[in-house]
């Protein structure tokens, strides 16, 4: 083989995994961002094998279609009601060409940490030494559970002894009464020359302590064949283990996890806690990139180069600009432009887009929205369904009201233009490039462009109304005070008593001395 490009590999994936007690099957689980059984085809598609094969059965009608969409070339392989390791790889090979020579390589569905690398080395390993077998073995400190590795003196591999057997061997008597004590033990992971394999395999029998065709037994069949087996021991324990509960799906994920933080740590990123840092398996980040403090890189996530992002932001499959600043946010589905800044404290739906030196603030929250480059969007807003150009601003408060309780409705707001605070904009609205909206209006009607639309009710004092109606309280002593201090400084009136809170208030006092704000 050329680079030792394996003709397959199969990886097991039809047991039912129940001590997860769960409705989904064990495969399907993610960490990472990836379920279990992806992990696995990722490290496996990584070596350029000539096949791939998923060996299924348990819920095959969830697992099948979830193989088909994370690798699309996959072979799928169903498992009969024969149970057992040797058994799954039989109906695994049955996919493949009968005369398939060369290596194959034998994986799990449930160990989600080993890497490519590995199988890469074992393969050179395997093909280097001319082995019919090479199982990856680790030592480990309590290897209960496992099948243990017989080895003879020259350090070959003779079999393999599953716990359960070795168990009745030492309360029967046997050749394998000592095999607990072994602390080498098999990973599950193998490479096979593909003829061994076929062989032996249609020797192995059910004649064990569990009544399954067990793949262990190939090397034992193959070693008495005069075969070479040999093991390729890997230190990295983790990369081996599997899940069999949830509290290894939790360990597994945080292993996974403090790998893929260093990983970016390594490539430039600053991340400030890695305790408290999630990265998912296909996020990507630039360099010079903070990240800050409780912060979850999610699904299809891309970050680039001299971001900073977080404290306590969580953003799944978003697309975060160089240069830009995210604190305190939770986005999904989102773009937001280089030189943006978003938070605290803002919600971004699916189809957000800010554009490049944008500005989404303070309990801001949006949903389809798309905002041009420099617009800014500061403080308590709701925007959904909305197009925001260049430049325009959003006073605080405003809402975007695009549900009519049956259908949504679309709001543009042009270039540079300026919607006054407190405003409601009643979808379907157009505001026009370089208009304006006054301040608390309740907008059902364009706006042309130059205009200043106000819709609102007209202002009205009423004199002495504290006096008649709130005798006696604080408020009324105070309008007394007050009126007794202006008449002692000589001053006329105390005016409108309101204080000017937008920028557009000028411009809405102005218009409506003249005539109503009207309601359109
Ligand atoms: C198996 C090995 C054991 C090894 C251990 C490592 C055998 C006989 N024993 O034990 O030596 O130390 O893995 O974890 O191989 N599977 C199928 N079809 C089946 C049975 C299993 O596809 O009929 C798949 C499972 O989904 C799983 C993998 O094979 O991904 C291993 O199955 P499991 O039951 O966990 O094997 P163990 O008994 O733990
Ligand atoms: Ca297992």
Redesign the pocket.
């Known amino acids: 083989m050329s680079e030792n490009r394996p003709a397959a590999v199969i990886i ?6 129940t001590r997860l007690k769960s409705k989904t099957p ?2 399907l689980h993610p960490i990472g961002g990836r379920s279990l059984v992806s992990h696995a085809i990722h490290a496996a598609r990584g070596t350029s094998p000539e096949h791939l094969v998923v ?1 299924v ?2 819920k095959r009608e969830l697992v099948a279609p979830h193989v088909a969409e994370v690798d699309p070339a996959a072979l799928i392989a169903d ?1 009969d009601e ?7 790889v039989e109906c695994g090979l049955q996919v493949l060409p009968p005369d398939l020579t060369g290596t194959v390589l034998v994986t ?4 989600p940490l080993l890497e490519t690398t590995t199988l890469r080395e074992m393969t050179a390993a395997h093909e280097a030494s001319g082995n019919a077998v090479t199982v990856i073995t680790s030592v480990l400190e309590d290897p209960s ?3 243990r590795v017989v080895r003879d003196t020259d350090g070959q591999v003779l079999r ?1 002894v ?1 716990q359960k057997d070795a168990q009745r061997a030492r309360d029967e008597g046997g050749e394998d009464a000592g095999a607990l004590d072994i602390k080498e ?4 992971i193998y490479a096979f020359d593909a003829q061994v394999l076929r062989d032996c395999l249609s020797r192995v029998g059910t004649d064990n302590a ?1 009544g ?1 065709k ?4 190939v090397l034992g069949l193959a070693r008495a064949a005069g075969r070479p087996v040999r093991a390729h021991v890997v230190e990295d324990r983790w990369q ?1 283990e ?1 899940v ?1 509960d949830r509290t290894q799906l939790a360990d597994l994920g945080r292993i996974l996890n403090e790998r893929l933080v260093r990983r970016w740590m390594l490539e430039g990123v600053t991340v400030v806690d890695p305790a408290t840092t999630w990265i998912d398996a296909d996020v990507t980040i630039g360099r010079d990139t903070v990240i800050r403090p409780g912060t979850q890189l999610l699904g299809a996530t891309t970050i680039g180069e001299d971001a900073v992002i977080g404290p306590d932001t969580t953003l799944t499959s978003v697309e975060v600009g160089d240069g830009a600043s995210v604190v305190r946010t939770q986005a999904e589905l989102a773009v937001i432009g280089p030189k943006a800044t978003v938070g605290p404290f803002s919600y971004l739906r699916p189809g957000t887009e800010l554009g490049a030196g944008g500005k989404i603030g303070g309990f801001v929250e949006t949903k389809n929205a798309v905002i041009g480059e420099g617009a800014k969007v500061p403080h308590l807003t709701y925007a959904g369904d909305a197009t925001i150009k260049e430049g325009a601003n959003i006073g605080a408060g405003t809402i975007f009201a695009n549900y009519d309780g049956v259908d949504k409705h679309h709001t543009t707001i042009g270039r540079h233009s300026f919607v006054g605070s407190d405003t409601v904009l009643i979808a379907p609205v157009n505001v026009a490039d370089g208009a304006y909206v006054a301040a608390g209006s309740a907008l059902t009607g364009d706006v042309e462009p130059g205009q200043i639309a106000v819709s609102r009710a007209r202002q009205r004092n009423v004199d002495g109304w504290v006096a008649r109606k709130r005798a006696g309280t604080k408020t009324a002593a105070a309008a007394e005070a007050a009126a007794a201090e202006a008449a002692a400084s000589g001053a006329t009136s105390a005016g409108d008593g309101t204080e000017a809170t937008g920028t557009d208030e000028a411009g809405a006092r102005h218009t409506h001395s003249q005539d109503e704000g009207s309601q359109a």
């Open positions: 097991l994936a039809a047991g039912e995994g064990k495969v060996v059965r348990h498992q024969v149970k057992g390791t040797g058994r799954a799990y569905g449930d160990v559970g496992y099948g393999i599953e033990i098999n990973s599950g569990q399954e067990y793949l262990t037994d081996s599997g069999n």
